[in-house]
């Protein structure tokens, strides 16, 4: 009895152990068949960073719709691309704010064409360089020589034809005066009468200015002797008077078209930004600069002569020669600089930017953009 009890609870035994296995097997196969039918429906999300930018081609160029574009814009496009992160532009009008704004909090970055100083170091961080330029002098073509009009403005100044006005009255004066003291004694050369006369002392008078000698006409009378002597004075003054006037005009208008250097830049019309270093060079050089705000105005001004020179950061003179025309750099690029990113001071923003600019710079990248934009 007991051995047949005993057979009898073997198959449910074995039963029972088969069917713990099967839910085990099927416990188990659950979350795989759950991870490989149910799709993930989660993302990863980027860092923004706000980078606060100033319009300055061509480094950072708005377009009418309000898109950015340029070498700085497009290199931050590559180094986002990069480290990993999305960009929040803060527009904003000079690179005193874009400092502003990142030293307060405002914006995480700024990039244009900044210039990396130690003054500026002091408040903000930089990245490694990103473009390196310098300062340079632009002028107009046109400078380059002297044109005839612009001899003709140079001669013809309001003291000029003061002169001129002088000699025609005194020549008028003088000669009808000759011709009415001596046409009445005895001087066969002052004898015709009216108009013909008064030619024939005006003639007179305009042989004496300029010393070439009148041949038979001279004055007999004490009196008109006098007149004489006093007219031959007049006249050398007049002529030496108006030769110095031309000369000085001539050098000035060759002066003017001889810009080479900032060193020549005294006494003119010069005018940069304000708040850049290229205000700070110039300052501290003696100059007083007229501030200007706008690339295309700063052209525009010079081009047509409403100022003799523009000084600025060297690449974007070079660009707005090779690409404006009318204008020319004058002299060597001056004071090298370097440019770079600012972010706040200590932020790890820093470290980030740094390292991928120098992987776009080892592999190229770099190279090809600035290319692209600057030959």
């Given amino acids: 009895m007991e051995l047949g009890s005993q057979i009898f609870r073997t198959p449910r035994v074995l039963l029972m152990g088969v069917m713990v296995g099967l839910v085990t097997v099927v416990a188990l196969s659950i979350p795989a068949a759950a991870q490989t039918a149910i799709p993930s429906t989660v993302t990863v999300t980027r860092p923004v960073v706000r ?26 496009r590559d180094i986002a691309d990069d480290a990993g992160f999305e960009v929040d532009y803060v527009e904003v009008d000079s690179v005193t704010a ?42 107009s073509s046109s400078a380059g020589g002297v044109s005839f009009t612009g001899i003709l403005a140079e001669i013809f100044t309001p003291i000029l034809l003061i002169l001129f006005g002088l000699i025609v009255a005194g020549t008028l004066l003088a000669g009808t005066f000759v011709w009415a003291l001596e046409r009445n004694h005895g001087n066969e050369h002052f004898t015709n009468p009216g108009v013909r006369g008064v030619f024939d002392g005006i003639w007179w008078a305009t042989v004496t200015l300029f010393t070439i000698g009148y041949g038979d006409m001279v004055p007999r009378r004490v009196l008109t002797r006098i007149v004489t002597m006093v007219w031959i004075f007049f006249g ?22 001889r810009i080479t250097s900032v060193s020549e830049l005294a006494g003119r019309e010069v005018i940069t930004y304000p708040g850049t270093t290229s205000w700070d060079y110039l300052r501290s050089n003696g100059l007083d600069p007229r501030p200007v705000e706008d690339i295309d105005l700063a052209y525009d001004e010079v081009r047509s002569g409403a100022a003799d020179a523009f000084v600025f950061d060297a690449s974007i003179i070079q660009w707005l020669v090779a690409n404006r025309g009318g204008v020319e750099a004058a002299g060597p690029v001056i004071q090298p600089e370097n440019y770079g990113i600012a972010v706040a001071e200590g932020s790890p923003l820093k470290e980030t930017i740094d390292r991928a600019l120098l992987r776009l710079r080892e592999d190229g990248t770099y190279e090809r953009l600035k290319r692209s934009y600057f030959g």
């Fill in 51 to 76: 980078v606060a930018v100033w319009a300055v081609p061509p480094f950072i160029e708005k377009s009418a719709d309000g898109r950015f574009s340029g070498f700085s814009i497009d290199l931050l």
């Fill in 236 to 257: 050398v003054l007049m002529v030496a008077a108006i030769t110095a006037q031309v000369t000085t005009s001539l050098t000035v208008e060759q002066l003017q078209s």
């Fill in 98 to 139: 874009q400092l502003d704004v990142v030293r307060d909090g405002r914006a995480d970055a700024a990039i244009s064409a900044i210039s990396i100083t130690s003054g500026r170091e002091e408040t903000v961080d930089f990245s490694t360089s990103m473009f390196e330029s310098g300062i340079q002098v632009m002028v």
